[in-house]
């Protein structure tokens, strides 16, 4: 996601069968330079729904498209109690998921296991398997283009009593059933929509 707006890179023929209209481009990778405006234009504005980047060489594409951002891996857990709920967080406006960046040497199990202990004090979760990865960009203070993948794992734990971070900027938290959240009207990033789908399907 690019300010909140998603943008696939695919192979050609996959982006043959895809709709095309005026708020989801689909356009053929050519160069790198190109990807450059694409990214430009979804950073300044919501012009488009979706864009979707095709290309013969998709391993090529992916390489040219993550050489545009300084990559800095995160991982966190949706965390589940007995009623099957999972714990959302509320921060800068959002309902979010804890998760945090890796510390150098650690494994993306230890990281998101130690930010869910870090940010809501639950230190002892059962880690149960991995979800999808995420990906979403933003400059941080130097104005450098970050990606950050978001390598996510359910979790299950007996405690619901939660201690938040408040130096992260948390503010709450919220047990509810993931499907329950997404026909509500709280508000969370779209890859955290993603995330809670993917639940709901499984």
Request: proline share 3%; net charge neutral.
């Amino acid at each position: 996601y690019i300010n909140d707006t998603p943008i696939f890179l695919t192979n050609t023929k996959t982006a043959k069968k895809l709709t095309r209209d005026d708020r989801n481009l689909v356009a053929l990778h050519r160069h790198r330079k190109a990807l450059f405006q694409y990214v430009d234009s979804l950073e300044k504005n919501h012009q488009f729904d979706s864009i979707t980047i095709h290309s013969h060489d998709l391993e090529g594409l992916k390489d040219d498209f993550f050489s545009i951002y300084k990559i800095v891996p995160a991982a966190g857990g949706a965390v589940f109690n007995k009623k099957d709920q999972v714990l959302m967080i509320f921060r800068r406006g959002f309902w979010d998921l804890p998760k945090g960046k890796l510390d150098p040497g650690e494994t993306i199990e230890q990281a998101a296991v130690r930010e869910v202990a870090e940010e809501v004090g639950l230190d002892d979760v059962e880690l149960l398997e991995q979800l999808p990865t995420t990906y979403h960009t933003y400059k941080n203070k130097k104005g450098i283009r970050c990606l950050k993948p978001g390598y996510w794992f359910k979790m299950y734990t007996e405690i619901t009593d939660v201690v938040l971070q408040s130096e992260e900027d948390i503010e709450g938290s919220l047990w509810i059933k993931p499907k329950k959240f997404l026909q509500s009207d709280m508000t969370a990033y779209s890859s955290i929509n993603d995330v809670l789908e993917h639940l709901i399907k499984k």
